[in-house]
């Protein structure tokens, strides 16, 4: 084996760019290649009552365990089935009602011949990803996605790299097709993704927001003496004054009180201190989007609010400890 002393100069990068301008052609191939095979595919899985199994032998069962992973997360309930224990008892994971998604780029995998044939029996539809469009998978396949014929960037031209990454990124694509036809939205994506920075993320004011008896209220027309006997019990450091039909009025901070510090405080009504046009969120927006507001203007609490027409129906109160302790920053 030769020294990598021996390499021209800036021979790592040359290869390096080498590969993935093969790469990129391929994929740009693989995009120009695409036909109406690629819709019924998309048909096929979005009709699919179960679930989407995918299959595949070696590098190609990675990638199908990939795309299992992407369909799952994108609203497409699927899972991933190795060939070699389906022929041991995992055929029993599919069923009927499902569709299968098989890798191969021969199209002759010995090891997928059990899952093929089982597809057969049932009328399982099977959607086939592979470069040869002779083979026994296309030929069996109720719809084939056909791969560019292009060379594997390996240096001896052996080694699945190409090839797999064309399977992942049309796996990309059929999934991504799948979210747009389902109408998969960002708060179904944050129910698939609960755990992690990405769920945070996703978290909105309602998955924070106290509610119930926990939210400082009281009628406009009641005294400071009330309304100082709330905000200390409540502990949110403010209160929201509602008139007769539970409409938010305005509110009452800290900054309120300072303003109209005197020996007369005690003796005025709340509807007097209170601010009358309070800045307030909607339960539906995204928990980062309100932490913003709070910073933005120096505020520790929103009350979270239903608007109906020009009414505001408090609903909650967020402090900005609630997104302390989600850990939303």
């Known amino acids: 084996m030769a020294s990598i002393l021996s390499f021209p100069p800036r021979f790592e990068l040359h290869e390096a760019q080498r590969v993935l301008n093969l790469e990129a052609e391929a994929l740009k191939m693989l995009c120009q290649s695409l036909d109406h095979s690629f819709v019924q595919a998309v048909k096929i899985l979005h009709d699919t009552i179960g679930h989407v199994v995918v299959t595949g032998m070696g590098k190609s069962g990675h990638v199908a365990r990939k795309i299992a992973a992407t369909l799952a997360s994108t609203g497409t309930p699927s899972l991933f089935v190795h060939p070699a224990e389906a022929s041991h008892g995992d055929l029993g994971m599919i069923s009927p009602k499902d569709s299968v998604v098989a890798l191969s780029l021969s199209g002759e995998t010995s090891?997928?011949?059990?899952?093929?044939?089982?597809?057969?029996?049932?009328?399982?539809?099977?959607?086939?990803?592979?470069?040869?469009?002779?083979?026994?998978?296309?030929?069996?396949?109720?719809?084939?996605?056909?791969?560019?014929?292009?060379?594997?960037?390996?240096?001896?031209?052996?080694?699945?790299?190409?090839?797999?990454?064309?399977?992942?990124?049309?796996?990309?694509?059929?999934?991504?097709?799948?979210?747009?036809?389902?109408?998969?939205?960002?708060?179904?994506?944050g129910a698939l993704h609960p755990g992690g920075r990405l769920g945070q993320r996703l978290k909105r004011v309602r998955d924070l927001m106290h509610t119930g008896d926990e939210i400082p209220l009281i009628s406009e027309n009641v005294s400071m003496k009330e309304a100082l006997l709330v905000i200390t019990s409540k502990g949110f450091g403010c209160v929201g004054l509602i008139d007769d039909e539970g409409v938010l009025k305005g509110v009452i901070t800290d900054g309120d009180l300072r303003r109209h510090m005197s020996s007369k405080l005690l003796d005025l009504h709340a509807i007097d201190v209170m601010t009358r046009t309070p800045m307030t969120v909607e339960a539906h927006i995204l928990a980062q989007e309100a932490l913003a507001l709070l910073n933005q203007h120096c505020r520790t609490n929103l009350f979270v609010v239903e608007t109906l027409g020009d009414k505001k129906m408090p609903l909650g109160i967020v402090h900005i400890h609630d997104f302390l302790r989600a850990n939303i920053t």
């Open 111 to 189: 090891e997928l011949s059990d899952i093929i044939e089982y597809t057969r029996r049932w009328g399982v539809p099977l959607v086939a990803i592979t470069r040869n469009p002779e083979s026994s998978l296309a030929e069996i396949a109720t719809v084939t996605l056909l791969l560019p014929e292009i060379e594997e960037a390996c240096a001896i031209g052996l080694a699945p790299t190409t090839s797999t990454t064309m399977m992942i990124a049309l796996g990309d694509a059929l999934a991504t097709t799948l979210m747009k036809y389902r109408g998969f939205s960002p708060a179904d994506f």
